[in-house]
């Protein structure tokens, strides 16, 4: 079971880097066969956790297997009908998660998608009829008596904003997910409860945040947004939040920049950036990954299951059996690795440890300080208040240790192409 404690997460008494892939429509989607090939593959590439969403995923493609009686329309709306439960779904998701429960991976399962909430930003996209709230308790209710044996993390929300926008009302998503946390607390009080909020986000009503265990928040897939990776958890710091902060979902591997001049594709680099600038500016309790053909779970060998055309992406996902050989998988594994390594003990940021240059961060413990640069170049330590002579630098694309270069305490050019971290020993 986890546990938190200050800054971090414990499994079993021993601190536990929250690393996870995200597979939102896995219960819904995935046979057993290619279920456990994928667990086998990204166990071996360092994940502990994966995400899922308890029910079908709005904008995944379309399911072998429904949660509820359903009925489709011509138009290709569908409307479930809550009352009729379907067992065998749920019995199939047991059977998913004690395959988790073999490989000691823990799975962080989304309660309520927004899309089964009035009045949510996704309201004027998705195809299926909203949950009446009255439904809720005997939903949340089932589904956390079935599930409690594997010691789940509990995501009450999917992607839902607490504010009033266009598009948006804020009333009913606390309406409806007081009930769903109040519910799920009551069947299951000593398991651990977060939210996922939509992307850039760090709004929560107090009265909902103070159930929670600890802090997920998303930089998300935002061409200009990609900054919140750090700015969020300095936020979170400088309001004194003092719990366990993980940026939950960096941007998807492979999937549209949103909003980008032009179509590209988020890379292992993109990544990468920022998952170590969310890392060292205080959300380093852990770090969820996703790749554009596993969290829709994209199937090129069974057409039928299309994927419908999503409101903001312009490129097509890969197949799932490509994703699991992308390159970014493998550097979130090497920064849970990296944590465990030389930072087991935990970080303190360091704020703007570079004079205009936000982009690069730093964090420090008892024995060393890091510092990450985006793009390889010059620091002048006098910046950060110490003095060096000799320091490392770690070449994040090529994994390899080079010796730095200083000169009159300034770290010289080196040959490192992409990012790299500097690291100097105290």
């Known amino acids: 079971m986890l546990t938190t404690k200050d800054k971090y997460l414990y499994k079993d008494g021993k601190r536990f880097f929250y690393l996870a892939d995200t597979c939102w429509g896995a219960f819904g989607s995935i046979d057993m066969p290619d279920w456990r090939y994928y667990l086998d593959s990204r166990k071996a590439a360092g994940f502990n956790t994966i995400q899922i969403n308890v029910l079908r995923q709005w904008d995944s493609s379309l399911p072998i297997r429904e949660p509820f009686a359903i009925t489709n329309h011509e138009d290709g709306t569908y409307e479930y009908d809550f009352n009729k439960i379907n067992e065998s779904y749920f019995d199939n998701a047991v059977k998913m998660l004690e395959e ?135 936020k979170m710091r400088k309001d004194n939040y003092g719990g366990p902060i993980i940026d939950a979902e960096l941007c998807y591997e492979g999937l549209t920049k949103m909003k980008a001049p032009t179509a590209e594709r988020y890379s292992a680099f993109d990544v990468r950036r920022a998952a170590w600038r969310a890392v060292l500016s205080g959300a380093d309790a852990g770090l969820g990954y996703g790749s554009f053909g596993i969290w829709p779970w994209k199937d090129t060998v069974r057409p039928e299951e299309k994927l419908d055309s999503n409101f903001n992406v312009q490129l097509v996902p890969y197949d799932w059996r490509d994703c699991l050989t992308f390159r970014g998988a493998k550097d979130v594994g090497f920064i849970k690795d990296f944590i465990s390594e030389y930072a087991s003990n935990g970080l303190n940021p360091i704020n703007d440890p570079v004079k205009d240059n936000p982009e690069i961060r730093a964090a420090q413990n008892d024995k060393y300080i890091f510092i990450y640069l985006p793009t390889s170049g010059i620091i002048n330590f006098d910046d950060l208040g110490i003095k060096v002579n000799e320091c490392k630098i770690m070449d994040l694309d090529k994994r390899r240790i080079i010796q730095g270069k200083v000169e009159n305490n300034v770290l010289q050019m080196s040959s490192v192409i992409e990012d790299e971290l500097v690291i100097v020993g105290k």
């Open 100 to 234: 988790m429960q073999k490989r000691d991976m823990v799975p962080a399962l989304v309660l309520l998608w927004g899309n089964f909430v009035p009045n949510t930003w996704m309201s004027r996209f998705i195809k299926n009829n909203i949950m009446p709230f009255e439904q809720i308790k005997s939903y949340v209710t089932y589904v956390v008596n079935k599930f409690k044996r594997f010691n789940p993390i509990w995501i009450v929300s999917g992607d839902v904003g607490f504010t009033d926008m266009k598009g948006q009302k804020k009333d009913p998503a606390i309406k409806y997910y007081r009930e769903v946390i109040k519910t799920a607390q009551e069947i299951d009080p000593e398991d651990l409860y977060t939210f996922h909020i939509n992307g850039e986000s760090t709004e929560v009503p107090d009265e909902l945040f103070k159930k929670t265990d600890f802090f997920f928040y998303q930089s998300g897939h935002g061409y200009t947004g990609q900054s919140t990776a750090y700015t969020i958890p300095q």
